[in-house]
């Protein structure tokens, strides 16, 4: 099994930053791929974004190009979200989600094995 962890959710006004972070133990794997999905009340879970093992495969739903970016740290088993210029419609919980690097970096909720218990993000307007 995998433990995620995330942290860095919180109440923030429209234009402002948060960072979120996902920390993952437990079972250990050679690679694996990390991504956020978010869920906003009365819809269904959404992609995010996604990072491949080593970093340089990255993407992002077309509501956060520009704004968000996702980073990780394998040595500390983190992945990292940054989020700028957030606006109210970015309001959800976010997950973070991990899989066994084996099928390249999946984009859908169903391709992840393993998921965090999600942080609440709130952007007043």
């Known amino acids: 099994q995998v433990q995620l962890v995330e942290s860095g959710g919180g109440l923030v006004q429209t234009g402002g930053s948060l960072r979120l972070s996902c920390a993952a133990s437990?079972?250990?794997?050679?690679?694996?791929?990390m991504g956020w999905f978010r869920q906003a009340p009365g819809k269904e879970r959404e992609f995010v974004t996604a990072?491949?093992?080593?970093?340089?495969?990255?993407y992002y739903a077309d509501s956060v190009k520009g704004r968000f970016t996702i980073s990780r740290d394998n040595a500390k088993n983190t992945v990292y979200l940054q989020m700028n210029s957030l606006k109210p419609e970015d309001t959800a919980v976010y997950y973070c989600?991990?899989?066994?690097?084996?099928?390249?970096?999946?984009?859908?909720?169903?391709?992840?094995?393993?998921w965090g218990q999600g942080t609440q993000v709130t952007v007043s307007s």
């Open positions: 989600a991990f899989t066994p690097d084996r099928v390249g970096v999946p984009l859908t909720p169903g391709m992840y094995a393993y």
């Open positions: 437990g079972r250990t794997f050679s690679s694996y791929v």
């Open positions: 990072i491949s093992w080593s970093g340089g495969r990255r």
